[in-house]
DNA sequence: CCCGGGCGTTAAGGTTCCGTCAAGGCCCGG
DNA sequence: CCGGGCCTTGACGGAACCTTAACGCCCGGG
């Protein structure tokens, strides 16, 4: 289910947007400032941000500069008719996208669909295979090699799958952290001692001496396939 | 220099954009009607369409299916005002974005510029290969020419990572130290003895004799592929 | 011939980083 | 209200890494 986040100070847009977009079966949350609007992608993590400019305690490009600091995550910009060169800023700032209000709930769900497709990376290769196990990042599933199947918490899943999504490429800790935990957490190396050691538990078949998901000392973690 | 496709049948604007984008260092080529349009794609390999969708020849939904049938390049849909449901039916065959006529020429622009920025998400293709090694930046990761896999500490990467951006190049030792360790080291060139030892221990087939790390004696330091 | 600067090599300390374990807190379902 | 996953947090031994110093080599100049 694809995830929104409407960021927007007019209780009016809010409801009209909640309702329609619910409607589709997004699954939608809001945020009525730019402060907690950022909290919001941190935390939430949508599939694609709907952003108004005119927010009460933030500009707009500094809303969309903060996101883009970390993630690219979709962003549509909403705002009022004839702010020509507020909407080139926006654009440059780093959004997808840019309607006008008023605006047609039929033109936002078409460009709301555009930028989901555009930013699924590509129909790729979900399965990645190895000697002990199989991973499946479409069906959310990891076999081993005897049949048995692997039970991941969501954390151990998501930290797996950027691995797998990374295979042979080392990923640092400030991008697992970040990816995983949001922004705030890029310090805490710890988290990642503690899940990687789960991880190598569950799949390696020797825990001590990983084969598959390797330690680059004080640079990140590699899988390889 | 990235290239422009503009398929229009509008004389007038096919003049207007092309001088507008040539004068921003864009690279353009016109085709006036759907069937020449699809074949220049073809052809030219554009980095990003702008497309009118009012043609002569051809609906403008079936030009998109025409163009996303093996390719993802962008495509920019151009439309007289109020053409709602065509609106959506064009972002909903594949088009990246939608500019009403008639339209500001900035705003095109920043949505040309969006549309590539959001195209092109590899920035760089840093691999280097010699005889016995290949460098891959990007993976963090050496390779043998036998297969096997060098392990580096992070201070042996920045270094070998400048020696190779500048593949070639002299590097003085300043630039290596002050790029490595901080401004504050720049004369402590005992390091950089201490770690081109180690770096040729790992990668050169005669480290006595160093067949592309070099040192150019009182100067600095040379990749040499 | 001797001497000194620049370089390569090695090894010892000290520091940072990593794997591991376990206790405590939170949330949810029974 | 209680119990069980799951996530956070802290502590500790050991490994990896960085710094630093010492020594030998080569080469050009005095």
Redesign the pocket.
């Known amino acids: 289910m694809t995830r929104v986040l409407v960021v927007d100070d007019e209780p009016s847009i809010l409801r009209a947007l909640r309702i329609n977009l619910s409607a589709r079966e997004y699954d939608v949350s809001t945020a009525a400032d730019g402060t907690s609007g950022l909290a919001a992608v941190a935390r939430d993590r949508p599939d694609v941000i709907i952003l108004d400019l005119g927010l009460p305690d933030m500009d707009g490009t500094d809303v969309i500069h903060g996101v883009r600091g970390w993630t690219s995550i979709p962003i549509i910009v909403l705002s009022a008719w004839g702010q020509e060169s507020q909407k080139v800023a926006a654009l440059d700032a780093g959004a997808d996208d840019y309607v006008t209000k008023p605006f047609g709930m039929d033109e936002l769900l078409a460009r709301l669909r555009a930028a989901v497709r555009r930013a699924s990376p590509a129909p790729d290769e979900p399965v990645v295979t190895t000697a002990d196990f199989t991973v499946d990042l479409a069906a959310k599933e990891v076999i081993r090699s005897d049949g048995s199947d692997v039970?991941l918490?969501?954390?151990?899943w998501q930290l797996l799958e950027i691995l797998v999504r990374n295979s042979g490429r080392l990923v640092t800790?400030r991008q697992l952290l970040r990816e995983v935990?949001g922004p705030a957490y890029e310090t805490?190396?710890?988290?990642?001692?503690?899940?990687?050691?789960q991880l190598?538990?569950k799949l390696e078949p020797e825990?001590?001496q990983?084969r598959y998901l390797l330690?680059?000392?004080?640079?990140?973690y590699r899988f390889k396939p």
């Open positions: 039970r918490t969501p954390t151990e800790q935990w805490e190396s710890n988290y990642l001692r503690v899940y990687l050691a190598r538990r825990p001590s990983p330690t680059e000392s004080g640079m990140g």
